[in-house]
């Protein structure tokens, strides 16, 4: 499976490769810094799945996602944030992000991406 990671935070990116490659058959192919970085490596490449910070700079994570749906809606993607609320994860499943970590809880982004390729979603109370 092709990972494209995006977060605007370099230590960030490492923390979730290193963990996402300890999964058999997981690969991070692609990291973005921004939203906008995002998109265009997304159409550029070919990636199984998406994971997008909210917060980033040029467009934030939402956007990013919408353009990316636009394109590609059977791409599931999955959005962390420091931030998650209600109202987020909300706003996240109207425009069609699949599954939503909060990033104090990082270490359930494998549960969520493994959700994710079930083709189930993951937005836990």
């Not at 996402?20 to 939203?35: I, K, M, N, T």
């Amino acid at each position: 499976m092709r990972i494209l990671l995006a977060d605007d935070n370099p230590a960030v990116r490492r923390y979730l490769r290193g963990l996402l490659e300890q999964q058999q058959d997981w690969r991070v192919c692609d990291e973005a810094s921004d939203g906008m970085d995002a998109v265009q490596r997304f159409d550029s490449g070919r990636h199984d799945l998406i994971i997008l910070d909210f917060q980033m700079p040029r467009l934030n994570g939402l956007e990013a996602a919408k353009q990316i749906i636009r394109d590609s809606p059977k791409t599931p993607i999955l959005m962390v944030t420091l931030y998650l609320s209600k109202q987020l994860a909300s706003e996240a499943q109207k425009v069609g992000i699949r599954g939503t970590c909060p990033k104090t809880h990082i270490s359930s982004v494998v549960e969520a991406i493994s959700a994710l390729l079930r083709e189930e979603t993951y937005f836990p109370a």
